[in-house]
């Protein structure tokens, strides 16, 4: 046992110094939101989250990180009432992977999960699902920061396509999974203008996501605005959004807009 703990940290110091010095940056990027619906209806009127993003390691070119989110979105009743932070409307996501940065480009590979609230479950439906992203660009979707403005005047491009299996069932059956989803293909296409302390922004996302259902493949098309100032620590922005495609088995928003404020830094 001794001997082969030398050997593996032997390994380590000749794998380590050939791929450059070892740094735990544990640099955070967040974003908070509220958003209202607009139509409102029974499952969308309010929607409250913060996104959390940890870079955790760096050696050399390759870096690993790490992703929570929360989120709850607030409906209202027969009787027009709302109940705000509703556990029937949380969802969350945990997220771990590496990514490779050369040239000008990002490649990641992720194991991401994806998790609705007990009170959710629906025997045909999924509630918890882990998907395996391959993701190739010129960022990091997971990293927020990159919709930060920059102190000069510019427009920066950005994009990033990913894809990958969701896990079966019977893979991920000690984490006590009902998954019903078989993969996904998405892609990110955006650009951040900063013009004078302001920073404005587009984003267009879309997917398209498998799974057992009849009604499979689902669609997501999404495109969002944002205008707002730019700070030394953050920036605070005036959001407006329109999914003009949702046709996701849980809790679809299709033909849905919102608009709202978000916090990034």
Not at 23 to 35: E, G, I, K
Request: proline fraction near 5%; hydrophobic fraction near 35%; aromatic fraction near 16%.
């Amino acid at each position: 046992m001794f001997t082969r703990t030398l050997s593996i940290l032997a390994l380590c110091g000749m794998v380590f110094p050939a791929l450059g010095a070892v740094h735990f940056p544990l640099t955070p990027s967040v974003d908070a939101w509220v958003y209202r619906y607009v139509p409102k209806s029974f499952d969308y009127y309010w929607d409250y989250g913060v996104r959390l993003h940890i870079d955790l390691i760096q050696v050399g070119d390759l870096g690993g990180f790490g992703s929570l989110l929360y989120r709850s979105t607030a409906g209202y009743d027969a009787t027009q009432t709302v109940t705000h932070f509703n556990p029937i409307y949380a969802f969350y996501h945990q997220a771990i992977g590496i990514e490779y940065r050369h040239w000008g480009a990002t490649a990641f590979v992720s194991v991401h999960r994806d998790c609705l609230h007990d009170i959710d479950r629906e025997s045909h439906l999924s509630e918890f699902w882990t998907t395996v992203r391959f993701g190739l660009g010129n960022c990091n979707p997971y990293r927020e920061s990159i919709w930060r403005g920059t102190k000069t005047s510019q427009v920066r491009f950005l994009y990033c396509g990913w894809g990958g299996p969701t896990l079966s069932p019977n893979v991920m059956a000690i984490l006590k999974e009902n998954n019903s989803y078989k993969g996904e293909i998405a892609g990110m296409l955006g650009a951040v203008g900063t013009y004078r302390g302001w920073v404005s922004t587009i984003q267009g996302f879309a997917r398209l996501q498998w799974s057992e259902l009849p009604s499979s493949p689902h669609h997501e098309i999404n495109i969002r605005l944002e205008l707002g100032r730019e700070g030394s620590t953050g920036s605070i922005r005036l959001v407006y959004s329109r999914l003009f495609r949702d046709t996701r088995p849980i809790r679809p928003a299709d033909q849905k807009g919102y608009w709202g404020f978000r916090f990034v830094f």
